[in-house]
T-cell receptor
Framework: EAGVAQSPRYKIIEKRQSVAFWCNPI?????LYWYQQILGQGPKLLIQ????????DSQLPKDRFSAERLKGVDSTLKIQPAKLEDSAVYLCASSLGLAGPETQYFGPGTRLLVL | AQSVTQPDIHITVSEGASLELRCNYS??????LFWYVQSPGQGLQLLLK??????LVQGIKGFEAEFKRSQSSFNLRKPSVHWSDAAEYFC??????????FGKGTKLSVKP
């Protein structure tokens, strides 16, 4: 079974530029998550989708971050304009989306450096 | 508010020695608890999880964890550490919407 795919794996941009990350979850997984992991910290949820609807985006900085999952499968996360403090690893995860506790499966992440 | 505390930022153990990584959580209801491992440049891999039932949980790679409600803890243990266990370990609690709330992680170094 293929895992969660993310691209690109690495990205270097200058502040005020824009950047987009892509995630393809495990086939059949209804729930998709984007996490931000700053160096030395644990991952923090940015946004959670159930199919193509947003479940939780309370910690997404909406003035600069946006995310979509138009067909309920793959997803893109965009930052525009980027700030120095956005340097982090962006992790995508997916789960089946059933009621109750579930295991989340993580992709390899996209490492972003903002100069 | 839900939170996870991992008191040890960095631990060094000798190869073959036993290991215990500490995790304390704050959660009002019955917690769903997880341990993940992250190797350099990699994503997170699930080691084990606790949803209900037996409080001693077995995971992959010889790891186990014990849920202690009275101490709000979910410590990770391994009887004999291998050099390949060097990585960063994250404890997490499942939030009300199914998201994960992570601790800051414990980096494990293994001495030969």
């Amino acid at each position: 079974e293929a895992g969660v795919a993310q691209s690109p794996r690495y990205k270097i941009i200058e502040k005020r530029q824009s950047v987009a990350f892509w995630c393809n979850p495990i086939s059949g997984h209804a729930t998709l998550y984007w996490y931000q992991q700053i160096l030395g910290q644990g991952p923090k949820l940015l946004i959670q989708f159930q199919n193509n609807g947003v479940v939780d985006d309370s910690q997404l900085p909406k003035d600069r971050f946006s995310a979509e999952r138009l067909k309920g499968v793959d997803s893109t996360l965009k930052i525009q304009p980027a700030k120095l403090e956005d340097s982090a690893v962006y992790l995508c995860a997916s789960s089946l989306g059933l009621a109750g506790p579930e295991t989340q499966y993580f992709g390899p992440g996209t490492r972003l450096l903002v100069l | 508010a839900q939170s996870v505390t991992q008191p040890d930022i960095h631990i060094t153990v000798s190869e073959g020695a036993s290991l215990e990584l500490r995790c304390n959580y704050s959660y009002g209801a019955t917690p769903y608890l997880f341990w993940y491992v992250q190797s350099p440049g990699q994503g997170l891999q699930l080691l084990l999880k606790y949803f209900s039932g037996d409080t001693l949980v077995q995971g992959i790679k010889g790891f186990e964890a014990e849920f202690k409600r009275s101490q709000s803890s979910f410590n990770l243990r391994k009887p004999s550490v291998h050099w390949s266990d060097a990585a960063e370990y994250f404890c997490a609690v499942g939030g009300s919407q199914g998201n994960l709330i992570f601790g800051k992680g414990t980096k494990l170094s293994v001495k030969p």
